[in-house]
Nanobody, 124 residues
């Protein structure tokens, strides 16, 4: 059973930075694709960044150039470096893993394991 635990959320001012971490247990994170998602109140969960089994990455247009997804296979940890944060980035952020496919995906329905989330709040 894969378990995902996010950390690193918090409150920052517009233009600030945060780094989210997602610790993976129950499976090595080199064996599946992973992604970061977010959900703001009253909105659907949306894909932010995805990383394939082989390290290929993809980003939502809204975060391209500001966010960077990476993974440390030795530490079984997924990261999301978020720079130049904006108030519209405020949301609960979730990491997710999918053990069934290799390619990156930004679709929530493609993932079968989820963390509990970490809150990111950006003030103007």
């Amino acid at each position: 059973q894969v378990q995902l635990v996010e950390s690193g959320g918090g409150s920052v001012q517009s233009g600030g930075s945060l780094r989210l971490s997602c610790a993976v247990s129950g499976y090595t994170n080199s064996g599946y694709r992973m992604g970061w998602f977010r959900q703001a109140p009253g909105k659907d969960r949306e894909g932010v960044a995805g990383i394939s089994l082989y390290g290929g990455v993809a980003y939502a247009d809204s975060v391209e150039g500001r966010f960077t997804i990476s993974k440390d296979n030795a530490r079984n940890t997924l990261y999301l470096q978020m720079n130049s944060l904006k108030p519209e980035d405020t949301a609960m952020y979730y990491c997710a893993a999918d053990t069934r496919s290799k390619s990156w995906s930004l679709q929530p329905g493609d993932y079968n394991y989820w963390g509990q989330g970490t809150q990111v709040t950006v003030s103007s």
